[in-house]
């Protein structure tokens, strides 16, 4: 639902737009972006529409400061899958890696006994270098699998100079949520977001590896829309991976 972020500020607006989504044919949402609204009320808003909250974002410091508080909410959406959208920059080094580690350790263990679990969602500053590895994959080599998922965003490793695929394939068995964005170039050599199958990402590549890796929600999501209306662009998106044999 980031996706339509300018439309999700207020209950009304939040009704109409999980309708406009259900009638994309979309079953399943992640929760971001939306505006301070009654966790109550949003899930019945979402339940109204026909559709499961499949995954959320929040930011770290409300793991660490409202862990109850977090919980609480994913049951009431009926959703086992948290995330966090990245995490501030005192993380992202190898120290970084180690104290987040540290604070994760508890949470995790804490949210499991909830029966829910935590992953991380990448940008492309991840894939800068910490030694002879990326930080991301300083990550995932830290921090176990038991204990943290991934939830690959395609446009962003891209973007970082990787290879979704191979990311997909490299986090197989530890990634319930895979974000779908595409990429294209327009005039001018500016890289911008894209619905899916409008850009020139591998998508045979990636959703095999998504397949093969055990991939629960593959969730579509586009940062800017450009002149492009929000909804329409899900709505493009949603006819390419229908015709890619996903619904």
């Known amino acids: 639902m980031y996706t339509v972020r300018e439309s999700m500020k207020t209950m009304p607006d939040i009704v109409e737009s999980l309708k406009k989504v259900a009638d994309i044919g979309y079953t399943e949402v992640q929760l971001s972006g939306h505006g301070p609204v009654d966790v109550g009320e949003l899930a ?12 959320t974002h929040m930011g770290w410091s409300r ?16 959703c086992v899958h948290t995330a966090v959208g990245g995490l501030p920059g005192e993380y992202h080094s190898e120290d970084g890696v180690k104290k987040f580690a540290d ?49 690959i965003d395609t446009y962003w490793i891209q973007a970082g100079g990787g290879d979704p ?31 899916i199958g409008e850009g020139n990402l591998n998508w045979g ?10 991939v ?21 998106s949603y006819r390419n991976l229908k015709e890619m044999g996903y619904e």
Not at 222 to 233: G, K, N, S, T
Request: a negative charge.
């Open 165 to 195: 695929a191979a990311w997909v394939k490299k986090c197989a068995g530890r990634e319930p949520l895979l974000h779908l964005k595409d990429m294209c170039i327009a005039e001018g050599r500016e890289q911008r977001f894209a619905p």
């Open 103 to 151: 604070e994760l350790g508890p949470v995790a263990e804490k949210l499991a006994a909830e029966g829910l679990d935590f992953s991380y969602h990448n940008h492309n500053h991840e894939l800068m270098r910490c030694g002879d590895r990326t930080w991301l994959a300083a990550l995932y080599e830290t921090i176990g699998g038991d204990v943290l998922n991934a939830e």
């Open 216 to 236: 629960e929600h593959m969730l579509v999501e586009q940062d800017r829309c450009y002149d492009l209306d929000p909804f329409e662009a899900l709505a493009v």
């Open 63 to 78: 793991f660490l400061e409202n862990l109850d508080g977090v919980i609480a909410d994913h049951k009431a959406y009926g």
């Open 44 to 55: 019945k808003a979402v339940q109204d529409a026909g559709l499961k909250v499949a995954a």
């Open 205 to 214: 590549a990636i959703c095999g590896a998504a397949e093969e890796g055990g």
